[in-house]
């Protein structure tokens, strides 16, 4: 697998390097073949490889080892919890040490006082995020979006940061509470675009948003960016690239084909980013689809990638928040409930149920869930009268109950201790061949792990190890360099991040060093380590010797070295 590497250090005096890695497999993030040889880091930045490098002041024998570049997660969700832990946990201690923040368009900052507890109820809906946690944990210490990204700067981050700037959040700053219920007009669209200026002058990646129909905020209303009108938006793209530089980023819903992307685009020089192009069992065809028409956009010189998981969408529930039904125009009611009693009301509705079984036997919309019951796993029940449907999938119960399955969700969550009882459903993502496609397009970025968001349901902060893992070691997809390449290198081509990503001189010390024989992630399982004891899914690195942020050693064998080693970068500059 890996060469061995001729060059040898050529300088007459060698210098003191801060750090060499020795006898390592390098995988340097270009797609280009593994060698094996030396790494040499000095002042964070890597300086030389090869052979018979010189001294430095810490040597490690990677032998046995791949040493790659940081993985590059473009897609999370930790834009409040960045405000009460700068490490993002799990990100870094599962090989991520450069993750995008803002994505979706659901941000904190801009955010004016009498907002914030709106912000927070509305990303608790959204994203899954628990209010309470929320609500302790959210240190408010500013207002804008520079403020924001200084507050973070001046308190010190463990992983590197790039941040977009939110619509939605945008939104709200500009029209208040009428942001989630009706169209902008022109003042308030300046404002916005005034905004959008400051944000990516003072170092925003580009301008985030959705239109995506299952993003519901509070009550199930939706989110403010799915009220924006075509010219809303496009006076808003156009005010990120007149930066000259800048991604636009889209989670879009069914009512946004690529042509109105295209549309959006025109006369921007600018790429588009389009999430999230998940594989559907119901419309198997679909995503080959969806990439190629972001090809003939491409093709047709407007630039745009569509952004897939390497990773199966599963998630972890109960029907306190059973968030794969927030799609259905049906369960709007459900999430209206003032509180336990009310929604307790709403199950019992012979209209509720009704309305929701004709809607999930529609075949017409694209949603998370679409009636496939035996996808829907009963993990585990409070109530020790239910043991025998532990394992069991829901048609499966259904059938022996002799009731709908929908029906009997409903009931047992009703009964005693049924809304404690934890499922498991399996939602898209599941053919390994059409998922295998997505992965192998050039036109394509591996990313979606969504890490922050929805910590209840999952948690696929891992994704980079599993890629390597599942889709390389055990699958065959595709060569480790090209995987590496496509986790790391090729992230940083695409969003103009300069210095990251390669494992070549010049570029910032973002390094991993892994097992050659066993690489992966485990099982999730739960903490409660959010604000307040909050819970939350985690899971832990398999094969992960080391990672180093800008040349210092932040995790060891899984954990952290030590939380006070904030070695980030707050990253602010990209090319065109």
């Not at 890996?2 to 390592?24: E, H, Q």
């Not at 709106?118 to 609500?135: D, F, K, P, Q």
């Not at 050693?553 to 952290?560: A, C």
């Amino acid at each position: 697998m890996c060469s061995s590497s001729n060059r040898r250090g050529t300088r007459l005096f060698k210098i003191m390097f801060d750090l060499i890695f020795k006898n390592a497999c390098i995988i340097d993030g270009t797609g280009k073949p593994p060698f094996y040889g030396d790494l040499a880091i000095k002042d964070n930045i890597i300086v030389d490889r090869g052979k018979n490098l010189g001294s430095a002041k810490n040597v490690i024998d990677a032998e046995g080892k791949f040493l790659t570049p940081g993985f590059i997660d473009t897609h999370t969700h930790y834009d409040a919890q960045l405000t009460w832990d700068p490490w993002a946990l799990p990100s870094p201690c599962l090989g991520v040490t450069t993750l995008f923040i803002g994505n979706c368009g659901f941000t904190i900052a801009p955010c004016k006082p009498e907002h914030r507890d709106l912000t927070l109820r509305n990303l608790t809906n959204v994203e899954g995020m628990s209010l309470e946690a929320l609500r302790q944990g959210v240190e408010w210490n500013f207002e804008t979006f520079p403020e924001y990204l200084n507050y973070l700067e001046q308190r010190g981050l463990g992983p590197n940061i790039a941040a977009y700037i939110g619509h939605s959040s945008i939104r709200v700053y500009a029209m208040g509470e009428e942001a989630t219920n009706r169209s902008a007009n022109q003042d308030e669209i300046k404002i916005m675009q005034d905004i959008v200026h400051e944000s990516m002058t003072c170092g925003a990646i580009g301008f985030a948003t959705s239109t995506f129909e299952g993003h519901n905020g509070e009550n199930g209303i939706p989110m403010p960016s799915r009220l924006a009108e075509h010219k809303e938006m496009i006076s808003l793209i156009k005010s990120m690239s007149l930066s000259g530089r800048g991604v636009f980023m889209l989670t879009k819903g069914l009512d946004t084909p690529i042509k109105t992307i295209k549309d959006w685009m025109q006369g921007t020089n600018r790429p588009a980013v389009v999430a999230a192009l998940l594989h559907n069992p119901m419309f198997p065809n679909a995503m080959d689809k969806q990439v190629q028409s972001i090809k003939n956009a491409t093709d047709e010189g407007i630039e745009m990638w569509g952004q897939v998981s390497c990773r199966p969408l599963t998630m972890e529930f109960t029907m306190k928040s059973p968030y794969l039904f927030e799609g259905f125009s049906s369960w709007k009611i459900a999430m209206q409930a003032a509180n336990e009693e009310k929604y307790a009301e709403v199950l019992k509705s012979t209209e509720l149920r009704q309305n929701m079984k004709e809607e999930l036997a529609d075949p017409k919309r694209v949603r998370l869930f679409n009636d496939n019951w035996d996808e829907v796993i009963v993990r585990t029940v409070k109530n020790d009268k239910y043991n025998k449907f532990e394992g069991k999938n829901l048609k499966q119960i259904a059938s022996e109950e002799g009731m709908h399955a929908f029906d009997w969700l409903l009931d047992h969550a009703l009964s005693e201790g049924g809304m404690e009882t934890e499922f498991i459903v399996y939602l898209l993502n599941k053919d390994k061949s059409a998922v295998g496609r997505l992965l192998k397009s050039e036109n394509t970025t591996i990313s979606l792990s969504d890490a922050g968001a929805h910590q209840t349901f999952f948690c696929d902060a891992g994704y980079g190890l599993y890629m390597l893992d599942n889709w390389v070691k055990k699958s065959n997809l595709m060569s480790i360099e090209e995987a590496v390449y496509r986790l790391t290198g090729k992230q940083a081509d695409i969003y103009r991040i300069d210095q990251r990503g390669r494992l070549v001189p010049g570029q910032y010390a973002d390094i991993l060093l892994i097992d050659k024989d066993k690489v992966g992630v485990t099982e999730p399982y739960k903490v409660n380590d959010l604000p307040g004891g909050a819970v939350r899914l985690t899971v832990d690195s398999i094969g992960l010797d080391g990672v180093w942020i800008n040349g210092k050693r932040v995790v060891q064998n899984g954990s952290l070295v030590d939380r006070k080693n904030l070695s980030g970068h707050l990253i602010r500059a990209f090319h065109a």
